[in-house]
């Protein structure tokens, strides 16, 4: 009986293997048109600038200051230095937290396109949907305008 079991469950899986490979339904999604166009992507973006405003303006006035030092003839040679030395350093660290933020809230969208890949590769059927690293993909199986209006309205 144990071997009975074993030989139907190779043959539903060689027909099932069978099926899918004479009418395999694939997809694509352009994942630099979701991060161009949904607006989950844009709210990131304001987020990202919104809670680095201050420190970016502040680098601003500081590189303004400096600006005004070096064009007055009765700048001091020191201070300018550690203004210059100032304005470096908190430039770099600003980059660098941007990047960390960046990196994250990317991480989070990155985590919901999967998923609403995923919710529409399922429900629609698809055996097999690329995104990354694709040479070319012809329009019709283009399923990313799906994945960017369940993205853009999750609540579908």
């Known amino acids: 009986m144990n071997k009975f079991l074993r030989y139907a469950l190779v043959a539903s899986f060689v027909l099932f293997a069978a099926n899918v490979a004479a009418n395999p339904k694939v997809g694509y999604v352009k994942v630099e048109k979701i991060l161009?166009?949904?607006?989950?992507?844009?709210?990131?973006?304001?987020?990202?600038?919104t809670e680095f405003s201050q420190r970016t303006e502040e680098i601003a006035q500081l590189k303004k200051q400096i600006g005004e030092m070096e064009n007055s003839n009765t700048a001091n040679g020191q201070k300018l230095a550690r203004l210059r030395l100032e304005f470096e350093r908190k430039q770099r660290e600003l980059n660098e937290d941007i990047n960390i933020r960046k990196n994250e809230e990317l991480a989070v969208l990155q985590d919901r396109i999967n998923k609403a890949v995923t919710l529409v590769s399922v429900t629609e059927g698809y055996d097999l949907v690329f995104y990354k690293n694709l040479v070319y993909a012809n329009k019709r199986v283009d399923i990313t305008d799906k994945v960017l209006k369940l993205l853009d309205?999750?609540?579908r």
């Open 153 to 155: 309205n999750p609540t």
């Open 36 to 49: 161009r166009e949904s607006s989950q992507a844009a709210e990131s973006a304001k987020k990202l600038q």
